[in-house]
């Protein structure tokens, strides 16, 4: 319940902070009550005979890390994900069966990619497969932060399938890779956190990509309508519009469809080079600390 209650309120914190600023009276009341629940988690567990995540595990830095990773994994892939469709549908107005079908190329990929990941590790041990997979995930990141409303899947396409691959190399050893950070009777406690961190780094991949999107939107739109020669009331409006996220029935004049879709590919891209750099970090953290054999006593 304790640990609940700090990652709600973590995440809560978090994606209100992008909305009404990291300093107002609510975000703050949220970080307090994150910092509690968690010391209280955390005093909690210390004093269990039975705990449900043995907190000491984190004095290894190899767990640590894992942990980090497995967060960053899907922090990256669920946020990317939530990233391109959103840049497909609304940036280049494409239909849902025709976003789908493209991103089924990095789906596709990342389940190939996994299920021969998890056989490779035996050959490899963790560090390479975990480090590549966060280095390539963080090219592809950075490569398909170019793109613009106007570019065409067929130039994307290969970055979709990197970025797929790249996920994929880290899921099945980073599970591997908990399991021998700690003695074979944490096990499955080790197994459990990972997954736990993953769900956490899929929470934050969406909520805060996604409110990098939007506020950054609303800060580029004025000068996209304004490119655009949109005149003033409707400029007003349309940033009011979107502001709220208000969708009208009534189309929209191509200049200021334009300037929509340049303003939200500039917060998709702003997403993706975030992306990147937390992936770049992850690389450095794996190849430095996370132990490429299994725990010795």
């Known amino acids: 319940m304790l640990g609940t209650v700090a990652i709600a309120a973590a995440v809560y914190a978090l994606i209100q902070g992008g909305k009404v600023g990291y300093t107002s009276p609510v975000v703050s009341t949220a970080w307090v009550v994150a910092a509690v629940a968690l010391v209280a988690f955390v005093l909690v567990e210390l004093r269990s005979s ?85 280095v390539l995930g963080a090219v592809a990141s950075f490569a398909l932060a170019n793109q613009g409303p106007t570019t065409s899947f067929g130039h994307r396409w290969a970055l979709f399938a990197l970025f797929g691959g790249a996920s994929a190399l880290v ?53 996209r309508l304004a490119a655009h020669q949109v005149d003033e009331p409707t400029r007003t409006a349309v940033q009011a519009a979107v502001a709220s996220g208000a969708n009208g029935d009534q189309p929209l004049p191509d200049p200021v469809r334009a300037a929509i879709a340049e303003a939200l590919t500039s917060g998709v891209q702003a997403g993706l080079r975030v992306t990147g750099v937390v992936f770049l970090v992850a690389a450095v953290l794996a190849l430095t600390l996370i132990r490429n054999r299994p725990h010795q006593h």
Do not use: C
């Open 50 to 134: 039975a705990p449900m995540l043995d907190v000491r595990l984190f004095r290894s830095a190899s767990f640590s890390a894992v942990m980090v990773v497995g967060a960053v994994s899907l922090f990256g892939f669920t946020g990317v994900a939530i990233l391109l469709v959103l840049f497909h549908e609304r940036a280049q107005a494409l239909s849902p069966l025709d976003t789908g079908w493209r991103l089924l190329v990095l789906f596709g990929v990342y389940v190939l990619v996994a299920f021969a990941a998890g056989r490779a590790i035996r050959r490899t041990g963790f560090k390479a497969p975990l480090t590549l997979g966060l």
């Open 171 to 223: 899921v099945a050893p980073a599970t591997a890779a908990a399991l021998a950070s700690v003695a074979p009777a944490q096990a499955g406690m080790a197994s459990g956190a990972v997954n736990a961190a993953r769900q956490v780094g899929s929470v934050l991949g969406s909520s805060l990509l996604g409110t990098l999107l939007t506020t950054t939107m609303v800060a580029d739109l004025p000068g």
